[in-house]
């Protein structure tokens, strides 16, 4: 069901479901999306390597903060991939805008790879790589709503949720092959190793798997909905209509999202560097950390995924926020209390199954709430102007607030903040869909 901006419901995705399995779609869109996250996170469990190597500073944490601050830095573009990715996507196509987006990461990644440090080239150094992370973004931002318009327009209308979910499923297996990958070349080599060359074959990694993603990615099928849609339906200029008719599920929509990925970068992405600056903990356990996370993420994606389209979406949500917002804080003291590698594993287990029961339904919701002929843009839009807001600067905030608080649990109160926000955004989402509803029985 698609709500306009006045609270009506016009029906979209008509469409018969298409008479073979999806499958063989999904998991094109699933390998190439998790190429995609795995070139997004591995900068982030680099970024104390990176930051020495890059951003060199005689005070440590302004080091760091430059370091964390450029992962950020890529998420400022994500809004304008999603922009003209999106509405690539609404205009060319789905399948397109998918080849698009991975080549674009591909550039972005090779910059990474090849840049010269900061003693070998100056101030042209990082340079490179703030574009090369801008140019990741721009990828990124048009991925989202691309993919999951695939994975949707594909699938069954009654188990969306299930294959929207794989969206997420995809990311937490992009997470575990670059903690993995941190994890090993932590193990295997040297700190000097490791700066010197080490943390290249890191990015090296996606490099080489990209090709592949491009392939699959070039001999896969248009959806059916967006090849139904007639000249006279698709939208010149689909930024235009969803601002105009879909304001308000798009300001909801990343509502929605937004504790649900600030906990996500929180404890995801920011975490193997907390637990080695903050509770001292090896940095090989703590990528381990983040394995243990994208591995249930993994593997309960789906399931909530399927929940969703038994129990509903927001139900779902609603209350996977509420324990996100009231257990964040007692993780954090456990955490700081015992200071301990199967501390850190405990933690990480509950933070990975909650990560996936408010995550998982998001793709399938947001897709609900957007016709097909806006779908990608407002998918992108909605989902990426929340994870830039309180997702992609979440390590460079907590790093601030730890250092301008002294206090260790400083990200628990940044969840919590953006929990609060979400459940209300589920509750004012709910309000609107049963109105809807109503009127159209009406």
């Given at each position: ?103 674009l990461m591909m550039l972005g990644t090779a910059m ?94 996606g490099l080489l798997i990209g090709p592949v993603g ?229």
């Amino acid at each position: 069901m698609h709500l306009n901006s006045s609270g009506r419901t016009n029906n979209i995705s008509a469409a018969a479901p298409a008479p073979h399995s999806p499958w063989r779609e999904i998991c094109a869109a699933s390998i190439g999306n998790a190429l995609e996250f795995y070139d997004l996170l591995i900068y982030g469990y680099f970024a104390i390597v990176i930051s020495k190597l890059f951003f060199p500073s005689h005070d440590a944490t302004t080091s760091l903060l430059l370091s964390v601050g450029t992962f950020g830095i890529s998420f400022v573009t994500r809004p304008l991939g999603s922009i003209v990715l999106g509405s690539y996507a609404d205009r060319a196509g789905r399948k397109a805008s998918l080849t698009v987006s991975i080549s674009l990461m591909m550039l972005g990644t090779a910059m990474i790879v090849f840049a010269p440090t900061y003693e070998q080239l100056g101030l042209a150094s990082p340079l490179i790589i703030i574009v090369a992370r801008m140019l990741q973004g721009f990828s990124t931002g048009g991925e989202f709503g691309a993919s999951t318009a695939f994975m949707v327009e594909h699938a069954d209308p009654k188990r969306r949720g299930f294959f929207a979910s794989w969206q997420m499923s995809t990311q937490g297996l992009a997470t575990v092959l670059a903690a993995g990958v941190a994890a090993l070349l932590s193990a295997l080599l040297s700190l000097d190793q490791l700066n010197a060359w080490g943390w290249r074959v890191a990015f090296a990694v996606g490099l080489l798997i990209g090709p592949v993603g491009l392939y699959i990615r070039r001999n896969i099928d248009e959806t059916a909905d967006f090849k139904k849609l007639g000249t006279a339906q698709k939208q010149k200029s689909p930024l235009r209509e969803v601002f105009v008719r879909n304001r308000r599920n798009l300001l909801l929509g990343a509502g929605v999202v937004a504790a649900a990925t600030a906990f996500n970068y929180v404890h995801k992405v920011y975490m193997p560097t907390y637990a080695v600056k903050q509770l001292h903990i090896a940095a090989t356990f703590s990528f381990l950390g983040a394995v243990v996370t994208g591995a249930i993420e993994t593997v309960a994606a789906p399931v909530v995924g399927a929940m969703s389209d038994r129990f509903g979406r927001l139900r779902v949500m609603l209350w996977a926020l509420l324990l996100v917002g009231t257990t964040t804080y007692p993780l954090f003291v456990l955490l700081n209390r015992f200071p301990t590698v199967g501390a850190l594993f405990a933690v990480q287990t509950v933070v990975g199954l909650l990560i996936t029961a408010s995550l998982a339904p998001v793709p399938a919701l947001l897709a609900d709430i957007f016709p097909t002929s806006t779908r990608g843009t407002g998918l992108a839009l909605s989902y990426n102007f929340s994870v830039t807001l309180f997702g992609g600067f979440a390590p460079l905030i907590v790093t601030w607030l730890i250092d301008a608080t002294h206090s260790k649990l400083a990200p628990s109160f940044y969840v919590m903040a953006t929990a609060t926000l979400s459940v209300a955004a589920v509750v004012a989402l709910g309000r609107r869909m049963t109105v809807a509803r109503s009127a159209a029985t009406a």
